[in-house]
């Protein structure tokens, strides 16, 4: 994903808030004209609780059906007197599937996008169709081998090119992300596939997880995975509908949500 110029700050008060939401009724986070994004939702709210425009700054532009439980925004206002009532208007306002979680004052200086150290992912993939399931799972439909996916998705810690890794761009950006966490963990009927950077580009995640379903299936396999991240491409991917992809946290100095939903230790 490509990262804007850096605006000036706002002699405004400034707030932030953590925001989860069902990412299937929306277009994605950033607003669009096509159709409802979780951003418009929040903007939307907020202006009429606030009764001024707002411009919200998300961590992570996450896209169509991909959800969020922990994605961090910020805006500035000099009209939240009361935080928990603007909190209780805005929570009544937004679209269903978005749910604030709090709300609180921050330094002028603190973005929600550039001070974030790190963006932590799940993507969640089940052998079984539970109707009790959450709406942030994957079921594929076809067996997989949880064990060559927790092999696979350790490939990928470190720092690397992930140009092979995400839809091509032209922009003249780099494509280098570094992984600090990668790691599959087994779970009742399923997988979860944990990973976390300090940066990530358009559908990266979802190329990373279908490359492993791909070894899963010994369709791809060790000398693949050197080919493309050296920046070759290969034919016949797949790739990871948004279906079971989450940003669950985001790293901040000083300010980061507690690991409590399965995170590994790591």
């Known amino acids: 994903m490509s990262e804007p110029e850096k605006t000036e700050i706002s002699v405004l008060p400034r707030w932030r808030m953590r925001v989860a939401y069902d990412g299937r009724p929306f277009l994605g986070w950033q607003r669009q004209e096509q159709g409802m ?13 606030l009764r001024h425009p707002v ?28 935080p928990g009532k603007v909190l209780h208007s805005v929570r009544a306002l937004v679209p269903r599937g978005i749910s604030v979680r709090d709300l609180e004052p921050c330094d002028v200086e603190f973005s929600a996008r550039y001070s974030a150290l790190w963006r932590e992912y799940c993507y969640r993939i089940r052998q079984n169709l539970d109707p009790l399931d959450p709406p942030n799972v994957w079921f594929p439909g076809r067996k997989f081998d949880a064990a060559k996916i927790a092999q696979a998705i350790q490939w990928f810690e470190g720092d690397h090119d992930f140009k092979s890794f995400c839809i091509p761009r ?10 600090m966490l990668c790691q599959a963990v ?3 009927g399923g997988v979860d596939i944990w990973i976390r950077g300090n940066r990530f580009l358009h559908r990266m995640v979802r190329s990373i997880v279908g490359f492993c379903m791909d070894v899963s ?31 669950e946290r985001v790293g901040y100095e000083g300010w980061t949500e507690d690991a409590i939903r399965g995170q590994p230790d790591a």
């Open 37 to 49: 994004t979780v951003q418009e939702g929040l903007e939307t709210a907020l202006a009429v609780a």
């Open 55 to 82: 411009a919200c700054t998300g961590a992570g532009r996450t896209d169509t059906g991909v959800h969020a439980r922990g994605q961090v925004v910020h805006f500035c206002s000099d009209r939240v007197l009361d």
């Open 170 to 179: 032209d922009d003249g950006r780099h494509t280098r992300c570094t992984l």
């Open 186 to 188: 087994e779970v009742p």
């Open 217 to 247: 299936r010994d369709r791809m396999g060790r000398g693949q995975f050197d080919r493309l991240i050296s920046g070759e491409q290969l034919p016949s991917r797949f790739w990871a509908p948004p279906d079971g992809l989450t940003l």
